[in-house]
């Protein structure tokens, strides 16, 4: 057997010399382009492109031959791409905090791990600290496929000037953590109403003696039963590892597609990669056909709608602001037209960021 997997191993061995060397030919390559930038006068050092790393990894995923499936072949690229970013200055990250966070995973997911992530606590502070620049970018959740939108996200951009410049599509796994050793000794459930919600089934079923409250993050409520008695938590396996904790169940989220939708928040809009699409925020008066007149631009331009939710505009009784997400780049030339026709018609607009559709 040995000498059957010796030629093998050693041909791993090469391979993996020249894997060495292409990943640090790459990595010069980056900091040539870096040069380049800073010699033609651009004064920004943020080289992170959005619209470029969406289109190199969907063409990785095109080109990828297998074995290796084009997920995890994106996925591995990914992270060389953000250990090259890195060789200049690790991007700041900011995200709905503590440690532990799907939140943090999504950031993770969408910046790879050679970034810096900085939690915070809400989500208006993430807002808040991208505008100022204390963060490059910042990482909210947006909708969950079985408990809908976080209207809290969407009321943010009412007031805020940042952009959105990508979206992060997460699978949700919870798990029922605690120190106790068995269900019989939870009272107290802690997670986010979120999260409460997408498993409200199978606690009903399981532990339905124990109070439900609801805290600002599931990895907040990991971090509370730590180092409370009777108390349990529903987060992901993050935060059972960080906080020391037993899992007394997998996966008790109701829907097993259970996903949740994350927005990234920059200050700088985002060029076309070839495959994206754009949120706007319009409005308009309380009157018969208001709506329908604000969405007919778009059939007429061949525009496709994806999403749409509405929230009170706080502007008077009954008037909705309604989010909008739309197929295309705003720069794509019937989205173009679609968006002049709405501004003429919405007693408020915004266009809230054009950006690449999630490529992991």
């Given at each position: 057997?040995?000498?059957?997997?010796?030629?093998?191993?050693?041909?791993?061995?090469?391979?993996?010399?020249?894997?060495?060397?292409?990943?640090?030919?790459?990595?010069?390559?980056?900091?040539?382009?870096?040069?380049?930038?800073?010699?033609?006068g651009?004064?920004?050092?943020?080289?992170?492109?959005?619209?470029r790393e969406?289109?190199?990894?969907?063409?990785i995923?095109?080109?990828?031959?297998?074995?290796?499936s084009?997920?995890?072949?994106?996925?591995?690229?990914?992270?060389?791409?953000?250990?090259?970013?890195?060789?200049?200055?690790?991007?700041?990250i900011?995200y709905?905090?503590?440690?532990?966070?799907?939140?943090?995973?999504?950031?993770?997911?969408?910046?790879?791990?050679?970034?810096?992530?900085?939690?915070?606590?809400?989500?208006d502070?993430?807002?808040?600290?991208?505008?100022?620049?204390?963060?490059?970018y910042?990482?909210?959740?947006?909708e969950?496929?079985t408990?809908?939108?976080?209207?809290?996200?969407?009321?943010?951009?009412?007031?805020?000037?940042?952009?959105?410049?990508?979206?992060v599509?997460?699978?949700?796994?919870?798990?029922?953590?605690?120190?106790?050793?068995?269900?019989?000794q939870?009272?107290?459930?802690?997670?986010?109403?979120?999260?409460?919600?997408?498993?409200?089934?199978?606690?009903?079923?399981?532990?339905?003696?124990?109070?439900?409250?609801?805290?600002?993050?599931n990895?907040?409520?990991?971090?509370?039963?730590?180092s409370?008695?009777?108390?349990?938590a529903?987060?992901?396996?993050?935060?059972?590892?960080?906080?020391?904790?037993?899992?007394?169940?997998?996966?008790?989220?109701?829907?097993?597609?259970?996903?949740?939708?994350?927005?990234?928040?920059?200050?700088?809009?985002?060029?076309?990669?070839?495959?994206?699409?754009?949120?706007?925020?319009?409005?308009?008066?309380?009157?018969?056909?208001?709506?329908?007149?604000?969405?007919?631009p778009?059939a007429?331009?061949?525009?496709?709608?994806?999403?749409?939710?509405?929230?009170?505009?706080?502007?008077?009784?009954?008037?909705?602001?309604?989010?909008?997400?739309?197929?295309?780049?705003?720069?794509?030339?019937?989205?173009?037209?679609?968006?002049?026709?709405?501004?003429?018609?919405?007693?408020?607009?915004?266009?809230?960021?054009?950006?690449?559709?999630?490529?992991?």
């Amino acid at each position: 057997m040995s000498d059957a997997l010796a030629p093998i191993r050693d041909r791993i061995d090469a391979i993996d010399r020249q894997i060495l060397e292409l990943f640090n030919e790459r990595a010069k390559q980056a900091q040539l382009v870096a040069q380049v930038k800073l010699a033609a006068g651009e004064t920004d050092t943020m080289f992170y492109r959005p619209e470029r790393e969406a289109q190199v990894l969907r063409r990785i995923k095109e080109l990828n031959p297998g074995p290796l499936s084009g997920e995890e072949v994106a996925r591995l690229f990914r992270e060389l791409m953000s250990a090259c970013l890195a060789l200049e200055q690790p991007m700041r990250i900011a995200y709905l905090g503590p440690a532990g966070t799907f939140t943090q995973a999504a950031a993770l997911k969408q910046f790879g791990h050679s970034v810096l992530t900085l939690p915070i606590s809400t989500i208006d502070e993430i807002f808040r600290e991208v505008e100022a620049g204390g963060a490059d970018y910042g990482v909210v959740p947006v909708e969950n496929s079985t408990e809908g939108v976080v209207t809290h996200t969407l009321d943010q951009f009412v007031r805020s000037p940042l952009m959105i410049n990508g979206e992060v599509e997460l699978r949700i796994h919870h798990h029922l953590m605690s120190r106790a050793e068995g269900f019989a000794q939870v009272k107290r459930i802690y997670a986010h109403r979120q999260a409460l919600g997408q498993c409200r089934e199978w606690l009903d079923t399981h532990v339905p003696h124990a109070e439900r409250i609801d805290v600002s993050s599931n990895a907040e409520a990991a971090r509370m039963v730590a180092s409370e008695e009777g108390a349990a938590a529903v987060a992901g396996e993050t935060a059972a590892e960080l906080y020391g904790l037993r899992i007394l169940a997998h996966n008790i989220e109701d829907q097993p597609d259970n996903t949740t939708r994350f927005l990234v928040l920059g200050r700088k809009a985002v060029g076309p990669s070839g495959d994206d699409k754009t949120s706007l925020l319009v409005s308009a008066a309380n009157k018969p056909g208001a709506l329908f007149k604000l969405l007919e631009p778009l059939a007429r331009s061949g525009v496709s709608m994806t999403r749409i939710e509405s929230r009170p505009s706080h502007q008077g009784l009954w008037a909705y602001l309604f989010f909008l997400d739309i197929d295309g780049h705003h720069t794509d030339a019937g989205v173009q037209a679609a968006i002049e026709e709405l501004r003429g018609q919405a007693s408020l607009f915004k266009v809230l960021g054009s950006y690449p559709k999630s490529v992991l």
